[in-house]
């Protein structure tokens, strides 16, 4: 979930600015975390206190007010009883990496990342969004394959992964949407050969950089393993003290198990 939340602080800067280039500092002067991260780190912690997901996104969105939502979400934050609103954008898929790290079985990963996103994203393409993204993280640290990724995400939901990163860059703008962003970040994932490799691909299409970044980290992280020292440093000093304590709990409780 760290390298998540450090793909959403490296493409940070890159959202409103976007680039068609690898060729980037990892980290800006303006690098900040931004709702991709307030919301990770939502699912991570309804996942370690047992609460509901709706729970814990409305709690830690609500002590965080100011990290960039959308307008749709801002008035689910703001409301008393938050309701789902049909939504297909990508916010369901950027929080769901912790559901990819912390279930056992596809049939769970599967059945709590719909769970994550319905309670805002229910349209279809929002659920689906939110299942390829986590199917993908669980199948990159359970099987190391990055075929069996491809293979599983494209039969079950449909996204054409055949594609490269260079062939998606030329044309490719930003887009919120679920189905414009979960396939090229899969693929920023799999046509790379680290993790900074990877995230590098994903801010480089010149999109929604953040989500994008937050997207293939979560995965490249549970392909290749935990993220350097220091990048894990820039995380921690870049979060709120209440963030990282459960980011980092989280990280103690489902990543520093061996075979994980």
């Known amino acids: 979930m760290i ?36 919301l990770t780190i939502a699912v991570a912690h309804a996942i370690l206190e047992g609460k509901g997901y709706r729970e814990a996104l409305h709690e830690l969105g609500r002590r965080h007010p100011h990290a960039g939502y959308g307008g749709a979400f801002i008035r689910w934050l703001r409301s008393n009883d938050p309701r789902p609103y049909n939504s297909w954008g990508n916010g369901a898929a950027m929080r769901v990496s912790p559901v990819g790290f912390a279930f056992e079985t596809e049939a769970d990963v599967l059945k709590q990342a719909a769970l994550s996103a319905e309670v805002s994203h229910n349209h279809p393409e929002g659920i689906k969004g939110a299942q390829a993204t986590a199917l993908a ?36 703008c930003f887009d919120i949407s679920c189905q414009g962003t979960v396939p090229q970040a899969i693929i920023a994932f799999l046509d790379g050969d680290s993790y900074e490799d990877a995230v590098r691909n994903a801010v480089s299409l010149g999109g929604d950089s953040d989500t994008l970044a937050c997207i293939t980290g979560g995965i490249a992280e549970a392909f290749y393993g935990p993220v350097a020292a220091s990048i894990v440093a820039r995380v921690q000093r870049l979060l709120t ?20």
């Open 137 to 172: 993280v669980f199948l990159a640290r359970t099987t190391r394959k990055k075929e069996d990724v491809r293979r599983a995400v494209t039969d079950r939901f449909g996204y054409d992964l055949a594609r490269t990163v260079d062939e998606i860059r030329p044309a490719y």
């Open 241 to 260: 003290d209440d963030l990282w304590r459960i980011a980092s709990r989280f990280r103690r409780t489902y990543l520093a198990t061996p075979g994980r």
């Open 3 to 38: 390298g998540s939340i450090a793909g959403d602080i490296i493409g940070s800067v890159y959202e409103q600015h976007p680039i068609k280039t690898k060729s980037f500092p990892l980290f800006h002067p303006g690098s900040t975390f931004t709702d991709d991260s307030v």
